[in-house]
């Protein structure tokens, strides 16, 4: 069955970095939109981040130019590599393979805090 797994998430200092992974099986990986989204305790899910089968990149306003999505196709897994974190990026990280239906991983954790 269709499954996305992410991990990475923990504990980092404001002004730190972080590498979220997610691997997709059960489907034809490289096929497919990966996107990564966030929500933070009463707030709404929120993108993050997305990468087009063909590599094309999109952002969330409040991460463009600090965040970066990429993704390895020969892996099945797509990555968020998060830059100067600010105690805001504090959140349940989860996961996205587009389409219909959509599939969400379990979501990982990520604190940004001193």
């Known amino acids: 069955q269709v499954q996305v797994v992410e991990s990475g998430g923990g504990l980092v200092q404001p002004g730190g970095s972080l590498r979220l992974a997610c691997v997709g099986s059960?489907?034809?990986?490289?096929?497919?939109?990966m996107g990564w989204y966030r929500q933070a305790p009463g707030k709404q899910r929120e993108l993050v981040a997305i990468?087009?089968?063909?590599?094309?990149?999109n952002y969330g306003d409040a991460v463009r130019g600090r965040f970066t999505i990429s993704r390895d196709n020969a892996k099945n897994t797509v990555y968020l590599q998060m830059s100067s974190l600010k105690p805001e990026d504090t959140a349940v990280y989860y996961c996205?393979?587009?389409?219909?239906?959509?599939?969400w991983g379990q979501g990982t954790q990520v604190t940004v805090s001193s």
């Open positions: 996205q393979r587009w389409g219909s239906p959509a599939y």
């Open positions: 059960g489907f034809t990986f490289r096929m497919y939109t």
């Open positions: 990468v087009t089968s063909g590599g094309i990149t």
